[in-house]
């Protein structure tokens, strides 16, 4: 199975996960081209699976979950629009036992909450666009981030992590109000939004694969 992340005219954004093995490697065909690679080879190095769940051959059907934060391969925040969820499954060699299914949400500054219609391969479908200021779980992932002092009076954060490469900020539209590449061996950044509004901002700390976000308040 792979589940993957694309734009509303099908182009690839973002691998969410790929389990597959050396056996099933003709499997995923409509996956592996889309990510870069060939549609008989959906284990080639050059299928972008960056950030993404990989393994072995599911063993069996049931529940999946899968996210994603709005970002690109790269960690770079996409703009608001219309994208898809797409996922391919396939249980035997060949085309006959393979099916594809896209679902189509709208990320934006709105909540986009949808339960699909169940079909013969898949059911019990929920599917949940959660903007930055609406419902958004902080998530550190596998890094370590602090964030000192929050709230601050001044807008300027002194933000530590255990690895990163890249800093940034936004507001609650989404939109991107700083930025800063993270050099080699850097455990922190001084983050200054003195020049923005008294207000609610995300710090996003991305560490190529993997994007942490944490509110932070600006009381002016």
Same mark, same amino acid.
């Given at each position: 199975?792979?589940?993957?992340?694309? =734009?509303?005219?099908?182009?690839?954004?973002?691998?969410?996960?790929?389990?597959?093995?050396?056996?099933? $490697?003709?499997?995923?065909?409509?996956?592996?081209? +889309? =990510?870069?690679?060939?549609?008989?080879?959906?284990?080639?190095?050059?299928?972008?699976?960056?950030?993404?769940?990989?393994?072995?051959?599911?063993?069996? &059907?049931?529940?999946?979950? &899968?996210?994603?934060?709005? *970002?690109?391969?790269?960690?770079? /925040?996409?703009?608001?629009?219309?994208? +898809?969820?797409?996922?391919?499954?396939?249980?035997?060699?060949?085309?006959?036992?393979?099916?594809?299914? =896209?679902?189509?949400?709208?990320?934006?500054?709105?909540?986009?909450?949808?339960?699909?219609? =169940?079909?013969?391969?898949?059911?019990? /479908? *929920?599917?949940?666009?959660?903007?930055?200021?609406?419902?958004?779980?902080?998530?550190?992932?596998?890094?370590?981030?602090? %964030?000192?002092?929050?709230?601050?009076?001044?807008?300027?954060?002194?933000?530590?992590?255990?690895?990163?490469? +890249?800093? $940034?900020?936004?507001?609650?539209?989404?939109?991107?109000?700083?930025?800063?590449?993270? +050099?080699?061996?850097?455990?922190?950044?001084?983050?200054?939004?003195?020049?923005?509004?008294?207000?609610?901002?995300?710090?996003?700390?991305?560490?190529?694969?993997?994007?942490?976000?944490?509110?932070?308040? %600006?009381?002016?």
């Amino acid at each position: 199975m792979a589940v993957w992340i694309e =734009s509303s005219t099908g182009t690839f954004v973002k691998t969410r996960a790929r389990n597959a093995g050396g056996g099933t $490697s003709d499997h995923l065909a409509v996956w592996a081209v +889309k =990510s870069g690679g060939s549609a008989g080879n959906c284990m080639s190095a050059s299928c972008n699976t960056l950030g993404a769940t990989t393994g072995a051959t599911l063993s069996n &059907f049931g529940n999946r979950n &899968f996210s994603w934060d709005g *970002t690109d391969v790269s960690g770079n /925040i996409l703009p608001d629009g219309t994208y +898809k969820i797409t996922v391919e499954s396939t249980w035997n060699h060949g085309s006959a036992a393979t099916t594809t299914r =896209s679902y189509t949400f709208v990320k934006g500054a709105a909540q986009d909450v949808q339960t699909p219609a =169940s079909d013969a391969n898949f059911t019990n /479908i *929920t599917l949940a666009w959660n903007p930055a200021g609406s419902g958004l779980v902080e998530n550190t992932l596998e890094m370590v981030v602090s %964030i000192q002092p929050n709230p601050s009076a001044n807008g300027v954060y002194n933000v530590e992590f255990n690895y990163a490469t +890249k800093v $940034s900020a936004m507001n609650l539209a989404g939109e991107e109000v700083y930025t800063e590449d993270v +050099k080699m061996n850097e455990v922190s950044k001084t983050v200054d939004l003195s020049n923005v509004s008294t207000g609610v901002y995300f710090i996003c700390v991305t560490n190529g694969s993997a994007v942490s976000k944490h509110k932070v308040v %600006i009381n002016k």
